[in-house]
């Protein structure tokens, strides 16, 4: 990911296979980050911010790492709290995004009193409200 970081279809499928890795699979959720996988993650959500494709996927492994409590606060570590909600603004309008931007942000503050703070000193309960007020008519 490190080696391809400007090249948007190369990081979203990395993100993608990251996404499919730590999916219900707890070993993989603590190997990843030891090799510098959230630090990676995050560096292409900040690096591709325009671009959606990549954002989503960043997103769906995102959550998937942070139902492990380490992870959690490897990612708050690194700034992944401020991208999320960082994103999270700068498009608001694709439901698919704010789906997965709410559900790490629920993972990540999930027991860690600390996340939670983070996230509403971030701007992050805003966020959130926005997203709610924005896609109403979404059923999922």
């Known amino acids: 990911m490190n080696q391809h970081i400007e090249h948007a279809s190369v990081q ?4 993608r296979a990251l996404n499919r890795l730590t999916y219900h699979n707890n070993e993989n959720r603590i190997k990843i980050p030891r090799e510098g ?6 560096d292409t959500m900040k ?14 492994a995102l959550y998937n790492l942070a139902c492990n409590d380490e992870n959690k606060i490897t990612i708050a570590s690194a700034g992944g709290i401020h991208v999320i909600i960082r994103t999270m603004k700068k498009h608001i309008s694709h439901a698919g995004i704010q789906k997965y931007a709410c559900k790490t942000l629920r993972n990540l503050s999930y027991n860690n009193d600390e996340n939670r ?9 805003q966020a959130i409200i ?6 109403m008519s979404h059923i999922d």
């Open 130 to 135: 926005d997203t709610m007020k924005k896609h």
């Open 12 to 15: 979203k499928e990395a993100c």
């Open 47 to 60: 690096q591709n911010i325009s671009h959606a494709d990549v954002q989503e996927q960043a997103y769906q």
């Open 117 to 125: 703070i983070t996230i509403s000193d971030e701007g992050g309960i």
């Open 37 to 42: 996988g959230i630090q990676a993650i995050i």
